[in-house]
């Protein structure tokens, strides 16, 4: 089945600075990609998606890349800020006509220091 | 628009006991699904029920039993607990994941 790899495990950047997070899946056949941010004791929220047609999707400071040949992806957080501190999970599946179960990585624990 | 919603939200339970987890959607999701979180494990699934009327095993599964009683609810059901299973509890629902998961606010279990 699909299996989905994530690093780091923890980031720490400046207030200000980039923080990019990457992920490697397994399945060849995967072909959507999204990303949660989970707060502390919150749930996690979709915070951007990726299918695997296209290879790069930005939403004002996240953006999102795929590289369907070396299969990884990979967030790109610009010009962070405090509220950015949380725990990312990126995630993989194949939708289908009938489901889309997802698999997601660990999770990257993200510090942004004031 | 409540979204889903989890109950209950805490739970301690002694190790045998049994219990369910409730969990209802109001978005028409086709799709719904129970995930474990565990530090440093991130977001394992349990079950899925893929439409109304399915149920399908996830990764971790063993030790759980669902239930999809309409397309709204989908519950879990912990038979006999163990240690093992205290853990935070998501339920999340999708449209076949056009627009990625919904979640719950959770279930933090403790079985002692």
């Known amino acids: 089945g699909e299996n989905v790899e994530q690093h780091p495990s923890t980031l720490s950047v400046q207030e200000g600075d980039s923080a990019v997070i990457k992920c490697t899946y397994s399945?060849?056949?995967?072909?959507?990609f999204p990303w949660y941010k989970q707060e502390l004791g919150k749930r996690p929220q979709l915070i951007i998606d990726i299918r695997s047609n296209v290879g790069e999707k930005k939403d004002q400071r996240i953006a999102v890349t795929l590289n369907k040949t070396a299969k990884h992806f990979s967030l790109h957080i610009t010009e962070t800020q405090p509220e950015d501190s949380a725990v990312y999970f990126c995630?993989?599946?194949?939708?289908?006509?009938?489901?889309?179960?997802?698999?997601f990585g660990p999770g990257t624990s993200l510090s942004v220091i004031p | 628009n409540a979204g889903v919603t989890q109950t209950p939200k805490f739970q301690v339970l002694k190790t045998g006991q049994s219990m369910t987890l409730q969990c209802a959607q109001d978005?028409?999701?086709?799709?719904m699904y129970w995930y474990r979180q565990d530090p440093g494990m991130g977001l394992r699934l349990i079950y899925y029920?893929?439409?109304?009327?399915?149920?399908d095993k996830g990764e971790v599964p063993n030790g759980y039993n669902v239930s999809r009683l309409n397309k709204r609810e989908f519950s879990l059901r912990l038979e006999s607990a163990a240690p093992s299973q205290t853990s935070v509890y998501f339920c999340a629902s999708s449209d076949r994941g056009l627009y990625g998961y919904t979640f719950g606010s959770g279930t933090r279990l403790t079985v002692v």
């Open positions: 978005m028409n999701h086709n799709s």
């Open positions: 995630a993989a599946s194949k939708v289908k006509t009938s489901y889309d179960k997802v698999i």
């Open positions: 399945d060849s056949a995967s072909n959507y």
């Open positions: 029920s893929a439409s109304e009327g399915t149920t």
